[in-house]
């Protein structure tokens, strides 16, 4: 089956850099894009941008400078890094598979807690 | 960028009832290009509907979505105890960006 597994949660002092890993499997990588949503605690799903199966990339303008999106074709894996990181990048990553422009299936989260 | 509004914020209903959450865009949406997702607390979001009214794979047919422009409707027709949840809309005709609506709470009455 389609299934998208994230890595672990991650601690952050502000200023830092932290990157999330997303693995692809159950269907053919290059054929779909890969989109990064991120959902503060108690708060509602904020999307962050996209990288397509060719490697074509689009962010949300307030992460610009900041988020760098990739992916590996040989070990289908998509990652998704963000720099300079502040207090309110505190949240849930999730990155979640999409073809025609909704979302289907999502990683299970990555927790980023970015705390002094 | 495109605005969803969803409404209400929070609605409570016993299990057998009838639950309507909307939708509104602050602009017409291209195609009717329109999500709904489910989410349970400390899970990921699961697709519900696309295209405004296709339900995804093993999407019981107690969902339903409607809607086109700037107004959609998701429907849940008998609600069931896994039904309560949060709601988001999705609007995917404003590519390559996109936006989400800030939720409906769904809690049992």
């Known amino acids: 089956q389609v299934q998208l597994v994230q890595s672990g949660p991650e601690v952050r002092k502000p200023g830092a850099s932290v990157m999330v890993s997303c693995k692809a499997s159950?269907?053919?990588?290059?054929?779909?894009?890969i989109s990064w949503i991120r959902q503060a605690p108690g708060q509602g799903l904020e999307w962050m941008g996209w990288i397509s199966g060719s490697g074509n990339t689009n962010h949300e303008q307030k992460f610009q400078g900041r988020v760098t999106m990739t992916t590996d074709t040989s070990t289908s894996t998509a990652y998704m890094e963000l720099r300079s990181l502040r207090s309110d990048d505190t949240a849930v990553y999730y990155c979640?598979?999409?073809?025609?422009?909704?979302?289907?299936?999502w990683g299970q989260g990555t927790l980023v807690t970015v705390s002094s | 960028e495109i605005v969803l509004t969803q409404s209400p914020g929070s609605l409570s209903l016993s299990p057998g009832e009838r639950a309507t959450l909307s939708c509104r865009a602050s602009?017409?949406?291209?195609?009717?290009?329109l999500a709904w997702y489910q989410q349970k607390p400390g899970q990921a979001p699961r697709l519900l509907i696309y295209?405004?009214?296709t339900r995804a794979t093993g999407i019981p047919d107690r969902f339903s979505g409607s809607g086109s422009g700037t107004d959609f409707t998701l429907t849940i027709s008998r609600l069931e105890p896994e039904d309560f949840a949060v709601y988001y809309c999705q609007q995917y005709g404003s590519s390559p960006s996109t936006t989400f609506g800030q939720g409906t709470r769904l809690e049992i009455k």
């Open positions: 602009q017409s949406v291209r195609f009717s290009y």
């Open positions: 295209g405004a009214s």
């Open positions: 979640a598979r999409f073809g025609m422009g909704w979302f289907d299936p």
């Open positions: 159950g269907y053919n990588f290059p054929s779909y894009g």
